[in-house]
């Protein structure tokens, strides 16, 4: 089975904007740059890549509350590919990063980290949802359309 996995280290380009669905679930979306340092022919240079993060859930409400542009971070999750239309007319594709996981970057800077109490009354840690042993499940994110 194929596996759709993605990791990257990078710094925001813009604070998280936290919007809400129509049924209430929280949803962040920001950019991150990750940058690549690399010698050619005796020389340096830099690339950048930038990339647009979506975060849902508790996990979209706590990157809002906690990053700021410039902050670097760790995200971890899939890619997806999306397509839409200008309003213009003109077909796009997007690809985007769904986040699994969130943390900030502690090469360079110190976090303080506090645990915030689970909406579902049952605390902090334990099984994933979904579920006793094996894989964690997979997160279920709805078929409703942000915003």
Do not use: C, H
Not at 31 to 38: K, L, S
Not at 98 to 121: C, H
Request: proline fraction near 5%; charge should be negative; aromatic fraction near 8%.
């Amino acid at each position: 089975m194929a596996e759709n996995s993605v990791t990257l280290v990078g710094n925001l380009t813009r604070d998280p904007e936290l919007r809400f669905t129509n049924a209430g679930r929280g949803v962040a979306t920001f950019g991150i740059a990750v940058g690549r340092r690399y010698q050619q022919n005796g020389e340096w240079k830099e690339d950048t890549s930038y990339f647009n993060i979506t975060a849902w859930g508790d996990l979209g409400e706590n990157a809002a509350a906690t990053l700021t542009k410039g902050s670097r971070v760790i995200v971890t999750g899939r890619l997806e590919q999306r397509e839409y239309t200008t309003r213009e007319g003109d077909k796009r594709t997007a690809i985007e990063v769904i986040a699994d996981e969130l943390g900030p970057s502690l090469r360079w800077a110190t976090a303080q980290v506090e645990r915030t109490p689970r909406k579902d009354g049952q605390g902090g840690g334990g099984a994933p949802r979904g579920g006793g042993g094996g894989a964690p499940a997979e997160p279920y994110y709805g078929d409703e359309e942000p915003f």
